[in-house]
């Protein structure tokens, strides 16, 4: 039986407990069914949630300290997230490790300045105003071209510099719950302010997005958390598995 696919768009409107009843039932039921769609309509619950619970109204002094505190008292402890890294200088290292006050406070101020997580939303939407059209990513469809030569040779850690001027940084290698071989990548456009988070896992030798998610970036790199934890809620739900060590990525990228 072949897999229904839902936009985006709806399901995003799942999300945010905006669509129709009707559609609601048979997207659920899909869902039921299809582990891999479960996991995108929960990636797009953490980062609605993500962005009601870290939204500031015109708090400030005493008030806004006591926001940025919160949000890494929540953080903490859960332990395996990332590390406070800024997405142009981040290193291959396990996934889900947590960021520290700093990350909390940057986020916290982003959104006290107004900025939002930006949600992907159909197939190759300006993630924002100005930057320009993403390279890559339109979900469920098959990379080619400089991305996806980039994507079977470059190891963990390193970059590429793709034909638009954007940089391409391998984040990591992993198998899902399937055994299929993936990648977790980060576009980044620095002059634009914008990443796009992505997986790749290879598909009858091509590579296939499976996620995406087009966010704001500051100056200096840094991206709102709850894009990372509607990353993190894909890969818990597609089971993904640690990273490969060099070697094994190596011998899984030559052998695909």
Known sequence: ????EFADEELMALADGALDPVRTRRVEAAAAGDPVLAARIEAFRVARR?????RIDAEGGDALQARIASIARAAQPQA???APQSLPARPAQPRRSWRDLSMAASVALAFAVGGAIGYVGSPGEDPGEGAGAPTVIAVAAPLDGTVAEALAQIPSGARARLPDGREMHAVSTFRDGGSALCREVEI?????RTAVLAVACSERA???VRFSMAVPAGGDGYVPAGALEALDAYLAGIDAGPPLEDDEEQAA???R
């Open 253 to 255: 990228l030559a052998g």
């Open 80 to 82: 395996d997230r990332r």
């Open 188 to 192: 980044v456009d620095v002059n634009a």
């Open 1 to 4: 039986m072949s897999r229904v």
């Open 206 to 208: 091509a590579w296939v």
């Open 50 to 54: 993500a962005t009601r619970e870290a």
